[in-house]
T-cell receptor, first 117, second 114 residues
């Protein structure tokens, strides 16, 4: 079964602080994909990144970075020098396996990040 | 252009009304999705279309009726809804159903059933 756990329900930080959002996943598949989405108050889910199970390289995009570790089944997301505009709900998601799971994204419960000025 | 559009943005309807939600994408994607999202919860998958054919129906009540008139359009017809159906309805699209394709979401329709 596919499962994603985001243990942090809410995080509050002050602007310019660094913040890490945790994501732990469970799957029996050898090929799978992990995603992060951002959902600001407006409601639209914005795709941030996709990582496949064979690529454990960390990725950096501006102030965002992602740390994928298969050994701990984690795909954590760090925002450096946070800004008020980063305030949103962040979802980690998993897909993989084919068969009955084809077309399905398994979402974590989301982490509400609030950045105070 | 990675845009999925949805109309209307907001919808208030009574339990006896019939209304439709619309979704459009021009990215050439062949898979389209409907999700329902309640406050402080992740999106829940409702329906998936692949190449204009219904691939997944997550045991959604028949008062929700999806339609995919062509590869760019997806509708969700609503009839005799209940107050508990009030939620944000999100449409998404992806290149295909394969696991590696990311889904692009529209801004959603906030539905209130009175």
């Amino acid at each position: 079964a596919q499962k994603v756990t985001q243990a942090q329900t809410e995080i509050s930080v002050v602007e310019k602080e660094d913040v890490t959002l945790d994501c732990v996943y469970e799957t029996r598949d050898t090929t799978y994909y992990l995603f992060w989405y951002k959902q600001p108050p407006s409601g639209e889910l914005v795709f941030l990144i996709r990582r496949n199970s064979f690529d454990e390289q960390n990725e950096i995009s501006g102030r965002y970075s992602w740390n994928f570790q298969k050994s701990t089944s984690s795909f954590n997301f760090t925002i450096t020098a946070s800004q008020v505009v980063d305030s949103a709900v962040y979802f980690c998601a998993l897909s993989g396996g084919g068969g009955s799971t084809l077309g399905r994204l398994y979402f974590g419960r989301g982490t509400q990040l609030t950045v105070w000025p | 252009d990675t845009e999925v559009t949805q109309t209307p943005k907001h919808l208030v309807m009574g339990m006896t009304n019939k209304k439709s939600l619309k979704c459009e994408q021009h990215m050439g994607h062949r898979a389209m999705y409907w999700y329902k999202q309640k406050a402080k919860k992740p999106p829940e998958l409702m329906f998936v279309y692949s190449y204009e054919k219904l691939s997944i129906n997550e045991s959604v009540p028949s008062r929700f009726s999806p339609e995919c008139p062509n590869s760019s359009l997806l509708n969700l017809h609503l009839h005799a809804l209940q107050p508990e159906d009030s939620a944000l309805y999100l449409c998404a699209s992806s290149q295909g159903l394969q696991e590696g394709y990311e889904q692009y979401f529209g801004p959603g329709t906030r539905l209130t059933v009175t």
